[in-house]
């Protein structure tokens, strides 16, 4: 007897509280009167909590305006909680689902509950293109979805058979906030840039260990680069030149002029280890025309910028990925601010993203770890850092170890784990 509301067992008829007498009214108002004091416009989002679903296209809404009575379209159950945009007010309110966050009440929803409120099939291209906006967002919008997916039919069948999901989903995301038409030639060109710097700085040590097999003349301009990149004494604007086509001056050969000597190595003098050198030189290069390609556009577009970086590391190198990008003031007497990102990987410090922003006089900088020791040993020395920062009249303002879990932006490295949480400004 007491599944039934408004009836307790053995003390007869219960009259309904009033929050319950006003749902029960609710219920019964035409759809007109329902929704008459709520003001709304046509195209605004809002937050709302799913208080009742009526049948598969109708539900009781909480805005933050007000409660409404409105047609959905959707999987929704009661207490999800998503983002809705206003598609029609008369006759009837229409609203469309338009996106959600990935948290809520502190915790990740699963990528089935992400996929069933923004009612997206259950198909494997969705849970993996949930798992990657997971990583680089906040929210996921429902429409991205559908574009993303588009998108990734509109390419080449053997693109999407010779890359991993992730780099297709970075090149994709890449094009269409560029405005740049998704295209599998341009898909081709910078999907060697976004790879990362684990991907470029494998492709270097296996071609060194090819060196021993080439033929003389390419040996020894190879073992020259390679031991510039391991000594203690080279300079970091030489390390900056590494991956450019056309470095300038230098006396010695590029990267680039090298990596073509090895693939004009003719063809009778090929034995398997050639081969092997050829084709990593291959990649190398679509690397190096990938960041030059890259760069052009983002300078000519007001775009991010992308360079590697190799580094000395205890007798040998590793590789750092930089992202700069420049935010024009709003205001002609603002400085402009240029944003960055410097992603490095090593086997003794794992990998550790420090990001930040400088304008002609002051540096902010987070340094995001997975490592816990790394993130301590970081705030014993923060004063230290800070002072030896303070470089060429740059005024260090914060420095920051924070939670990475709070900072998704797309910025930063495809699938890094979220580093400790550490919160400390100085």
Known sequence: MADFPGIAEGGGIKPLNPEERKEKDYLRLPLSQRTKD???????????????????????????????????HGRLKKGDVVFLKVHEIAPNLVLRIHSVSIVKNGLELSDNEILRILDLPERLFFIELIRYLKKHRTHIHR????????????????????????????????????????????????????SGNIFVLNLLKELEQSVPQLPDAVKNNIESFF?????????????????LIDPGNTEEKSLYENLISILLIPDNEISREIKKAKEISK??????????????????NNSALYFYLPFQNQNTYSMAKIIIR????????????????IITATPELGEIITSGDFTSGAININF?????????????????LKEKLNLH??????????????????????????????????
Do not use: C, W
Request: charged letters at 20%.
């Open 143 to 194: 429409d991205e979805g559908l574009i993303i997916e588009n998108s990734f039919t509109s390419l080449d069948d053997s693109i999407r058979k010779e890359h991993n999901s992730d780099i297709i989903l970075s090149a994709i995301m890449f094009m269409l906030e560029n405005k740049l038409p998704v295209d599998s030639r341009i898909f081709m060109k910078i999907a060697p840039v976004l």
């Open 326 to 341: 420049g935010i024009s003031a709003p205001k002609q007497s603002e400085k402009k601010i240029i944003k960055f990102s």
């Open 38 to 72: 709520v003001q709304l416009r046509v195209g605004e989002i809002l937050q709302a909590t799913i208080l009742e679903v009526l049948s598969s296209q109708e539900a009781i809404v909480q805005l933050p305006t007000g409660t409404v009575h409105a047609f959905i």
């Open 283 to 300: 990649r190398l290069v679509q690397v190096i025309e990938g960041q030059h390609f890259l760069n052009t556009f983002g300078i000519n």
């Open 368 to 384: 995001l770890t997975d490592s816990k020791d790394l993130a301590v040993l970081f705030t014993k020395h923060l004063n230290s």
């Open 393 to 426: 009249n740059k005024n260090v303002q914060s420095i920051v170890v924070e939670d990475g879990k709070r900072t998704k932006s797309g910025g930063y490295e495809n699938g890094r784990q979220p580093p400790t949480n550490f919160s400390i400004v100085v």
């Open 227 to 243: 031991r510039m990149l391991k000594s203690e004494s080279v300079q970091v604007n030489r390390l900056l030149e590494v991956f």
